[in-house]
C-alpha cells in the first residue's frame, strides 16, 4: 500500500502530464493558425512590410490580454489546464510577441513603469542584437 503522499505526488504528476499534453496540442493549432494567417496576409498582401508577422502579433497580444482578463475573473469557470492550453499553447505558439506586451503590461499595471521599460526596450535591444549575432554565425558557418 502507497503512502498518501505518494498518491497526491502521483496526482500531481499525472496533472502536469495531461496539462503538457493540452499545452501541446493547443501549441499545435496555434503554430497552425500561424502559418495560415501568415501565408494568407501574404498572399493576399505580396508586399515587402510583413504585415502577416504584424498581424499575428497584434492579433495575439489583442487576445492574450483580453483571454487572461476573462479568466482571471472566472476562475472556478475556466480551469487551470484550459487557461494554460489556450494562453500558453496557443497563443505562445501563435506569438511569443503577445506574451512579451502582456508581462510589460502587467508591470505598468502595477506600478512598475521602469521595469516594463527595460522589459520593452531590452527585449527589443537585445533580441535585435541576438538575431544579427545568429545572422552572422549563420553566414559563417
Given at each position: 500500500?502507497?503512502?498518501?503522499?505518494?498518491?497526491?505526488?502521483?496526482?500531481?504528476?499525472?496533472?502536469?502530464?495531461?496539462?503538457?499534453?493540452?499545452?501541446?496540442?493547443?501549441?499545435?493549432?496555434?503554430?497552425?493558425?500561424?502559418?495560415?494567417?501568415?501565408?494568407?496576409?501574404?498572399t493576399l498582401w505580396g508586399g515587402q512590410f510583413p504585415l502577416g508577422t504584424f498581424l499575428?502579433?497584434?492579433?495575439?497580444?489583442?487576445?492574450?490580454?483580453?483571454?487572461?482578463?476573462?479568466?482571471?475573473?472566472?476562475?472556478?469557470?475556466?480551469?487551470?489546464?484550459?487557461?494554460?492550453?489556450?494562453?500558453?499553447?496557443?497563443?505562445?505558439?501563435?506569438?511569443?510577441?503577445?506574451?512579451?506586451?502582456?508581462?510589460?503590461?502587467?508591470?505598468?499595471?502595477?506600478?512598475?513603469?521602469?521595469?516594463?521599460?527595460?522589459?520593452?526596450?531590452?527585449?527589443?535591444?537585445?533580441?535585435?542584437?541576438?538575431?544579427?549575432?545568429?545572422?552572422?554565425?549563420?553566414?559563417a558557418l
Amino acid at each position: 500500500m502507497r503512502e498518501p503522499h505518494c498518491a497526491d505526488a502521483a496526482g500531481v504528476e499525472m496533472k502536469l502530464l495531461v496539462q503538457c499534453f493540452w499545452i501541446g496540442a493547443a501549441g499545435f493549432a496555434g503554430a497552425l493558425a500561424r502559418f495560415g494567417v501568415g501565408r494568407l496576409v501574404g498572399t493576399l498582401w505580396g508586399g515587402q512590410f510583413p504585415l502577416g508577422t504584424f498581424l499575428i502579433n497584434v492579433t495575439g497580444s489583442f487576445f492574450l490580454g483580453w483571454f487572461y482578463t476573462f479568466a482571471e475573473r472566472r476562475q472556478t469557470f475556466v480551469p487551470e489546464t484550459v487557461r494554460l492550453a489556450i494562453a500558453t499553447g496557443f497563443v505562445g505558439a501563435y506569438t511569443t510577441f503577445s506574451t512579451w506586451m502582456y508581462d510589460s503590461a502587467d508591470l505598468m499595471g502595477k506600478g512598475a513603469a521602469l521595469e516594463a521599460g527595460t522589459n520593452l526596450l531590452g527585449s527589443l535591444a537585445t533580441g535585435l542584437i541576438a538575431v544579427w549575432l545568429g545572422i552572422v554565425l549563420g553566414r559563417a558557418l
